[in-house]
């Protein structure tokens, strides 16, 4: 079948196909993560930062709570790579061919830039945020008791989200190839978009100037980066347009000429 004439029913069912092919994986990385969470969990709980730490389970299911959660989490980034392998094969019909050539290319360094984005916020930012409250509570006489449920959920909130925030390279780049950015345009609304880091930081970090500047700069950073390759992207763009432009200029010419 030609997905270029698709209807709307059948796009819907070959969307439901695909998220059908994410579920089967997603079991299977389920399995893989029930028998990889102990492991991952016992690592974090004995890890060089937590040793200072007393984590209390203040009700009975919260063991059972974090197990669940990990093996969640470690699923899902398992079965990564086939959620955007199938969400690039629903959207690829409607891209050229070397476009979707390209895009695919982006699925092996989205999933390792999202791990980098994870390692990152558990080896630099997680440790200095436990130091900074730790430090806090005892200036201010406050004894900390931990709960293990509690110490999980501030881990993945500020881990999870920076394996998200470490895609702005890709995506951007995904933007400028289907040229819907540019880097004119990026660099045109660099304090706009520094004003925004700063919010999203501010929301996420602690009220502290140094956690604050640890929050921002590696965001900063992501997205000079993101200006550097989206002109790569850019150039490329043009060169596609321009070849494409030239084909059919050419198609032009020779009907013109058989007429």
Known sequence: MNKDNLTFVEHLEELRKRIMVVAYFLIGGLVIGFFFAKPVIHYITNDDFTQSLELNAFRITDPLTIYIAMIVVIAFIIVSPVILYQLWAFISPG???????????????????FIIGLLFSYFVIFPYLISFTMGLADDMGIKQTIGIKEYFSELFKFTIPFGFVFQLPILLLFLTRL??????????????????????????????????????LPMIVLYEISILISKVGYKKYLKAEQKLMEEELGIDEDETEKS
């Open 95 to 113: 891209l050229h061919p070397k476009e979707q050539k390209v895009t695919l290319s982006y699925i092996p360094f989205s999933l390792g830039l």
């Open 179 to 216: 040229g819907i950015v540019t880097p004119m345009f990026l660099k045109k609304n660099r304090k706009y978009a520094y004003f925004i880091l700063l919010v999203l930081a501010a929301l996420i970090a602690p009220p502290d100037f140094m956690t604050h500047i640890l929050f921002t």
